[in-house]
């Protein structure tokens, strides 16, 4: 069933509902693509919307958890708990549909394991979840399933009536495959929940190499690698702010997340609020559009802000996985053009799986200010990083300190160089590498 290439190469096949833009897993998903071709790895993709180049990619429509039949299966399962015989018929209906394209999958591209990302783990498309869990069963696929955060951290997956399905599929515990977790509670719920065992992988960056930004800046000490990102070492983005409506004596103050409400953009807003009132003008620019969880948090966003006179700019519309250009002629940016140009990042989050915009941020050099969500003050901040904290509230110390950094470039140097040194010893692509090589490994495919 699987092609085991000379010269020890493999094919990996990562499946997931969606592998576009700048969401977190498809970001993640890219870093683990990157360090796995250091390791003679190939890898291939198998989703229901892909921006990867057609050569690599297999697109399955109903893998997307946007296709109008798996979101109305995701109605009539969440936020109740009795379903219809003709949900679970449709189900196993769109499970064998995705078998087959799974099967497909792997004989197409020769694969040789899988690496389902948040597809195991997340249950926004459970037919998806089943085909891969009864794929795997029934083929012994060496797999690694990696988990970016588990249904049960998620309120409103916790009134359901499809138990049996998420018992079986998010995570399955299956002997060949082999789970991995981004934090250390999610090892523990695992573990407590399912008795699966799991490998701790966090998120990471290439802090081996940083970015233009960084390295062309002598007062941060930094030492220049090799620019992973050289369509960036350019003037592609050097009138950034401008296009933002960013003024000249303005901040540009970024949130570089999507607009849900467990990332507590409320926060970003009221610091922003008492800063102007301290004098400092800025705009609060929010990088991702509202995603899978509706649109009534963006509404009360938009409404809190003009409540807090801050002016706050919604740019999704011209942030992309790549640079382009709109439909009405503008430019398209990516986010990494968009950080070298930001004062300080906001990350007021009460919930995340591990924190892929606080890596961002510390890679890019700026000063962030952080809620103390559960993650975080577990797994990050024994580390040592230097940031500006606040714990469920804008209190008065975080916004002197906030003020204090902005105003003070030489404290603010020391603050974000500290930052990268820590994050290169803990979140580099070297631990990622060792990590995927053990696990490969433990498969018996040896790099």
């Known amino acids: 069933m699987f092609n085991k290439v000379s010269e020890k190469k493999y094919n990996a096949g990562f499946i997931s509902t969606r592998f576009a833009g700048t969401d977190g897993v498809s970001l993640e998903t890219q870093k683990w693509a990157n360090v796995l071709k250091e390791l003679c790895v190939s890898s291939f993709y ?77 249950p926004i498309n459970i037919p998806l979840g089943m085909a891969i869990t009864e794929v795997v069963a029934e083929t012994r696929i060496p797999t690694i399933a990696h988990h970016h955060d588990f249904f049960w951290e998620r309120q409103r997956f916790m009134i359901n009536a499809v138990w049996e399905y998420l018992n079986m599929a998010f995570p399955p515990h299956v002997p060949n495959i082999q789970h991995v977790v981004i934090n250390s509670s999610a090892d523990n719920q695992l573990s407590l929940r399912t008795g699966i ?6 998120n990471v960056m290439d802090f081996d190499n940083p970015p233009p930004s960084v390295y062309q800046n ?30 000249d004596d303005e901040l540009l103050i970024l949130q570089p997340t999507r607009v849900v409400k467990r990332k507590g953009i409320e926060h970003a807003i009221e610091l922003i609020h008492h800063l102007q009132n301290l004098g400092i003008k800025a705009k609060l620019v929010i990088s991702h559009a509202s995603g899978d969880e509706g649109y009534a948090y963006e509404q009360r966003v938009k409404h809190y802000s003009e409540t807090m006179n801050v002016n706050t700019i919604f740019v999704s519309d011209i942030i992309g996985h790549c640079r382009g250009e709109t439909k009405c002629s503008r430019k398209i940016y990516t986010l990494y053009d968009i950080y070298p140009y930001a004062d300080l990042v906001t990350y007021p989050s009460n919930i995340e799986g591990f924190g892929n915009a606080f890596l961002e941020a510390v890679y890019f050099c700026k000063p962030i200010v952080v809620n103390s969500y559960s993650i975080y003050s577990l797994d990050i901040k024994p580390k040592g990083f230097d940031v500006i904290e606040i714990d469920g509230y804008v209190s008065e110390d975080a916004v002197n300190k906030t003020k204090q950094i902005l105003e003070d470039q030489t404290q603010c140097n020391k603050m974000v160089a500290h930052n990268y040194t820590i994050a290169s010893r803990y979140y580099s692509y070297a631990i990622l590498r060792e990590k995927l090589r053990a696990l490969l490994a433990e498969l018996n495919l040896n790099p």
């Open 46 to 122: 198998f989703a229901g919307e892909c921006d990867r180049p057609e050569n690599v990619s297999y697109i399955a429509k109903l893998a997307s958890f946007m296709d109008p039949e798996i979101a109305a299966i995701h109605e009539k399962c969440f936020g109740v708990q009795t379903r219809d015989r003709n949900v679970a018929k449709k189900i196993h209906e769109i499970k064998e549909d995705l078998k087959d394209d799974i099967y497909r999958f792997i004989e197409d591209f020769k694969i040789d394991f899988l690496i389902p990302e948040n597809a195991l783990t997340i």
């Open 197 to 202: 065992s799991a490998t701790i992988i966090p």
């Open 218 to 247: 002598p007062e941060l000490g930094i030492n220049p690698g090799t620019c992973p990102y050289p369509e960036h070492n350019d003037n592609y983005a050097a009138d950034v702010r401008k296009d933002l409506g960013i003024e």
